[in-house]
């Protein structure tokens, strides 16, 4: 089975399922998102995906199996977002990158693309710069939606910057750890192929520990 990933475009959005590509959580506030029908939410996602490409650059990864879109996810700094303000542990730290959302078609759930998403998106993030990664987090254990599961955060390398019940935000710092490059160049690895056979495989972006060895 071929895995990749690739960068989000206007394009993919057309292969994500239902109400996946028509979800504005994150991209406008409720009292906006609650003026639109299905189709005008469409339109509303893809004209501020193409804005935040123009504007910012990448911001988003899907994954690709056998030459079809299972799954992506989306990243942006917190301005492009204003949806997270009407979260309860908004906002987010100033130094950090948001990673609002991501979906793996049902059937394929379990099996690492979202891995392979996160380590996507914290290569390209390592690649321009960027430090830390936050996320909001949904501890009910919800299925649907557009916040991602907390226990999925947590078994990817996220830990809660600030606590709440139901919608703790999580951090991921990208240079913390002494074994990070390795780690960014094994995650390359895995989201373009290139081999590196002389080499020891490292622990996944997931298992970062910080310097101080926690």
Sequence with gaps: MSRKTARLTVD???ELADPVRSCLFWE???VDRSRLDEQERI???ESWLS??????GSCGRVVRVDGRTVGHIVYAPAAYLPG???????PTSPDAIVAATAWIEPGLRGGGLGR?????MAADLVERGHTAIEAYGDTRGRTQGCVLPAE???S???KTQRAHPTTPRMRMELRTALSWKDEVELALEKVWGVVRPTQKATRPIGSVRAASGD
Excluded: I, M, N
């Design 43 to 45: 339109a509303e996602k």
């Design 12 to 14: 993919h959005l057309a």
């Design 152 to 154: 999925f955060l947590g």
């Design 156 to 158: 990817v390398g996220f």
């Design 116 to 120: 392979l998403l996160v380590q996507a």
């Design 51 to 56: 804005s935040t490409l123009r504007d910012w």
């Design 84 to 90: 997270a303000a009407a979260l309860p542990t908004a």
């Design 28 to 30: 406008l506030g409720p």
